[in-house]
């Protein structure tokens, strides 16, 4: 129960329901117009975590409407193996999107696996014309934790322009492009990281603090500005009186004495970044077909089978 009740703390299940119905309206229509947008997701090996991570996907892919194609591969499956299969892919036209679940073996190399996937296909965001079409401001496929990220701030604070927003953490999956996205909502913005002088000092001037630095608790009530909205994505498992237990980056219960909203740990950002995983589906498919919202409707197009 929140003991603090003028503070509030942001629902992301809640907000992740909301778009994932948002999907699901769209995939719709798209089905009407003869279209039916298929994610394709690579997981190599077995890696417990990867896998749940994969099942929740495809679950919600299906809640949504999207077709799911499983491409499950043995741990030891070579990197030219991996890259055919990729290929194969970016070249199949009822594919819209790929998604290879990381980390991958040690034996492959994940950035030359990244960079293989074709940009508009690349619904994870992480090929290099997508970073750099994001700091340009141009219409790509983002990175999805930041993007539900800044949907949640939205939610929550309405416009964001003129607000101070500190990022702690300077990652290519979340930190970077978390500041890219502020940057165009018109924040000023501050990344502070490992190397950062006065780190408590910086965080103290925020509006709007993301912590995604992978640290338990890192971020106490004497870094937070009074009234500061907070969005922690960090997901560390830590032991606490003999039992494991999940915590972000920030502490939580301190926090809630001081800030007007936060996220939790768990239930916050993590159901955000599959609903995005599946918005980002769905803006991959419309990527590749333009014209199709000037096109008549068909009727709906059979979810592709796995060869």
């Not at 030359?112 to 508009?120: E, S």
Request: proline share 7%; hydrophobic share 45%; with cysteine.
């Amino acid at each position: 129960m929140n003991s603090f009740p003028h503070v509030n703390i942001i629902d992301g299940k809640a907000a992740a329901a909301r778009v994932l119905a948002e999907v699901r309206d769209e995939v719709s229509d798209l089905k009407s117009a003869g279209l039916h947008p298929a994610l394709a997701v690579v997981l190599v090996g077995s890696d417990p975590a990867s896998q749940v991570y994969v099942r929740n996907k495809v679950l919600r892919a299906e809640e949504t409407g999207i077709c799911s194609l499983e491409h499950k591969l043995p741990a030891d499956t070579r990197e030219d193996a991996l890259l055919a299969l990729i290929e194969r892919l970016n070249g199949d036209p009822a594919v819209n999107g790929i998604l290879v679940q990381l980390p991958l073996p040690r034996h492959i190399d994940e950035n030359r696996v990244l960079q293989a996937i074709d940009p508009l296909k690349d619904v994870d965001g992480f090929h290099s014309e997508n970073v750099g079409g994001l700091s340009q401001g141009r219409e790509v496929l983002t990175p999805c934790t930041p993007a539900g990220c800044m949907r949640l701030l939205r939610d929550t604070c309405g416009d964001l322009a003129g607000k101070h927003a500190v990022v702690i953490g300077r990652s290519n999956i979340v930190g970077k492009p978390m500041a890219a996205l502020l940057l165009q909502a018109h924040c000023s913005v501050t990344v502070v990281h490992s190397k950062s002088a006065n780190l408590r000092e910086l965080c103290r001037q925020a509006d709007i603090v993301v912590a995604a630095v992978g640290r338990p608790r890192l971020v106490d009530a004497d870094w937070l500005k009074s009234g500061a909205v907070v969005i922690d994505v960090g997901i560390n498992r830590i032991d606490e009186g003999g039992r494991s237990r999940l915590v972000g980056d920030v502490n939580f219960d301190s926090a809630l004495g001081v800030v007007s909203a936060i996220t939790p740990v768990p239930g916050g950002v993590g159901p955000m970044t599959i609903a995005f995983l599946m918005k980002n589906t769905l803006a991959a498919a419309r990527l590749q077909h333009p014209a199709l919202h000037s096109q008549p409707k068909l009727p709906e197009a059979p979810c592709p089978s796995i060869s």
